[in-house]
């Protein structure tokens, strides 16, 4: 029971405030001798007009550190002993939404990403890369998974789209509103049809006998080759 002011050593139950004012680096301790838990409830019960609701901050089995939603199982924060931060766990304190390793410097998602504008002042690796709108880069489109590179990119004021090889400093094909330019041996494989004027140096032409044929534009008249 309860000697005046003062908790017994013994525990007890206190029905007013608690407070510990003392000069000094005021210290409360929590401790559990042996196999046991120690914790620290925070609990609303009996009210009208607010949420009854529980909550827990305990040390587990391993030495790790959990605040625990005490009214539904869940575990919103754990900090484990190697200086982790995970977040959003389960009802068995596993599979944590997200992890941030402080050895790796790093933060692990289980789950989609839903946010705003990413802002990265370095490389962004994923397996795969999905947009349903559109992709803003500062200058160009790497590509990079091959034995040569790419780049894909557009220079400030120019209407040009250009694909150049960065292995080997050249450049590939230009693509612009009015033309499409291949710097490069063009194949082609199948039929080809141009709607307006060829201009080129020498065209070579090879087919099989009574392939070939050349055809006038005016009147259709087709030479045999």
Known sequence: ELSGDKLPLSGGTLTGNLSINYAGHATATIQAVGDYFPYLKIKRTGG????????THQIGSTGFYYIKDATNSYYPLTLNT?????????TSGSNPILTLDRSAGSATFSGTISSGAITSSAAVNANSLSATSSISTGYGLSLTNGSTNYLLYSNTGNDTLYMRDTTNSAMITAWNPTNFIVYKALSVTGNA?????????????RADTDALFIKSVTNQNAAEI
């Open 48 to 55: 009208s007009g607010k949420t009854n609701y529980s909550w």
């Open 82 to 90: 190697s200086g982790d931060v995970l977040l959003s766990s389960d």
């Open 193 to 205: 049809t141009f709607s307006g004027t060829i201009s080129s140096g020498a065209i070579t032409a």
